[in-house]
C-alpha cells in the first residue's frame, strides 16, 4: 500500500476487496493502476477482445487521429515525450495505451478474450459471469466500458444488397483494396472527415454522401522535432508546462465555451470556422453546399487542416442529393443518380446510449439496469446508478464526453471514485449506491443548464438525447474538477 492510500484510510484499514473492472481501454487501464496503486491486489480486468486500448484498438480507419492535443490526451502520471505531433495517429494512442499497460505491470490483471454477459448483486457481492462460463464474485464492480463503442449502422433500403464491399468506419476491413477503387463515404462526422483527407489521394474516386454539412475548424498538425522529444525526454518539467498549457487553453477555448451558447469565445470559433471555409473553399456553389445553417460547435467541431483541400481534388465530389438506397452496383441519389461504387465506408457514428449493455446487469432485488434505463441512461454524477451498489462507472451517461479529454474526465472521476471504495475498506460502508432523490436532483439541475449549452441551439447530434436533451456535462471544466473532488455523502445510500 502506497502512502497516500494509508493515509487516506488510516491505521484501520483492513478489509481486502475483490474488484472487477469491465473493459481495458484507456479507464479500464487506468482503473487498474489506481487501484494497485492504492494496495488492491485482488482485480481482474475483463476485456472482451485479445487486447488493450478500446476505441483505438477498434477504430483503425485511414486517418484516424485524436482532435485532443496527445499531451492532454494521455494519462497526467504517464506523459509521453515520444507522440510524433500534436495530434498524434490512432495507431500511436493504442501503442501508448499498451506500453503503459506493460510498464505499469497492468498485464497479470485483465483476462482478455472474455466477454462479462452478466452481473448480479446479492449478498452484499456482485456475481460476474462471462461468455466462456467463468464465474467470480467481486465488491465492487467497475464498468470502464466506453462510450463510442456500438455502431450505428444506417437503416438504407437495400444495403445488403451491394456486390463491393461495405463496412462500417470502426469495423474497417484492411484486406480490401482502395487504391484505384471508387469508394463512396457516407457521413461528414469528424470520421468521415478524417477518411476523406486520408484516401483521396489513393482511390480512383471519392464521392462523399453529406446529410448535413458540418463547421470544420483548421488546426495545424505540428510534428514535433527530435529536438523538442529529446527535450521532453530529458527535461519532464518541459512536457508538465505543455500540458498544462495545452489543458488550460483547451479548457478556456472550447471547453467552457460549449456550455455556454452567449460566449464571445463561440462567435470567435464560428468566425474561424467561417473563415476557413471562405478562404480554403473557391467555388460558391461548392461553398454554398458545405455551409452549416447552425451555429459552430451544436454538433461536435470537425477539426482538420486538409478537408477542404481534399474535397476539391479533382476525383472527389462532395454529394448532397439524399440517398435513396443502395443498388448491386453504388449508391442512388433523390436525383436519380447511380454513383457507382467499389467500396462504401458507413461513416455513421455510434449508438451512444448503450454504456454496459448488452451485460445483463442486475441490482438490488434483481432490478436490471435495462428497467432501470427504460427512460434513457441516467446516473448520479455520471458515477452511480441508484439501487446498484458499489457499481462505479467511468465515463458513464452524461459526463463530459464532448467537452474535455476523456482521459482527464476518467482520472477525476477515478480519484472521486477511490473514496468511496475506501469507505469500502475501511469498513464504514458495505454498500454505497446514490439515493433516487439526489440522481434526481441531479439530472434536474442538469437538464435546466443544459438549455444554455450550444448544443441546443438547432441541429441534431449524438449528444442530444431522444428527448432533445444533450447527454453531456453542461458546465465548464473548473466546475468539474471541484465536484470530482470529494463525494458528497448524503448523496448516498451507505450501509
Ligand atoms: P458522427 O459524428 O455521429 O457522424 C455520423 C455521420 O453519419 C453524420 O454526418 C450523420 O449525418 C451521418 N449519417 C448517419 N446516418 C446516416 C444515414 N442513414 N444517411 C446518411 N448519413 C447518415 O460519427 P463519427 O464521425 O464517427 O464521430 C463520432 C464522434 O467520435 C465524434 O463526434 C467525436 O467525438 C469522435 N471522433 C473524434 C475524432 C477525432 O478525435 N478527430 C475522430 C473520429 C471520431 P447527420 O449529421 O445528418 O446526422
Redesign the pocket.
Known sequence: MNYLSERRLGPMAERQLRVGVIGAGMAGIMAVIKLREAGITDVTCYEKADSVGGTWRE?TYPG?????PSHVYSYSFAPNPDFSRM?SPGSEIRSYFEDVADTYGVRPYLRLGDEVVRAEYENGCWTIETASGHRAEVDVLIAATGV?HHP?Y???EGIDDFDGAIFH??RWDHDVELEGRRVGV?????????ITSALVDRVDRLDL????P?WVMPMANTPFSDDQKATFRDEPEKLRELRDFLETAFAESFADAVVDAESERLDEIEATCRANLEEHVADPELRRLLEPDYRAAC??L??SEDFYDAIQRPNAELVTS??TRIEPGGIRTDDGQLHELDVVV?????RVDRFMRPTEILGRGGESLEDAWADGPVAYLSISIPEFPNLFMLNGPNGP??NFSLIQVAELQMAYIMQLIDRLRSGESTEIYATESAMREYEDRRIEAAQSTVWVTG????YLDEHGVPAAWPWPFGHFREVMETPELEAYNLR
Do not use: E, H, M, Y
Open positions: 477504430n484516424i487521429a485524436c482532435d485532443v495530434f463510442l450505428q444506417p437503416s438504407i468506419s470502426a457516407i457521413g461528414t462526422g469528424s470520421t468521415a472527415i478524417q454522401f453529406q446529410r448535413t458540418q454538433k461536435r470537425v477539426v439524399p440517398i458507413l461513416a455513421t457514428g455510434f464526453v464532448g441541429c441534431n447530434s449524438w
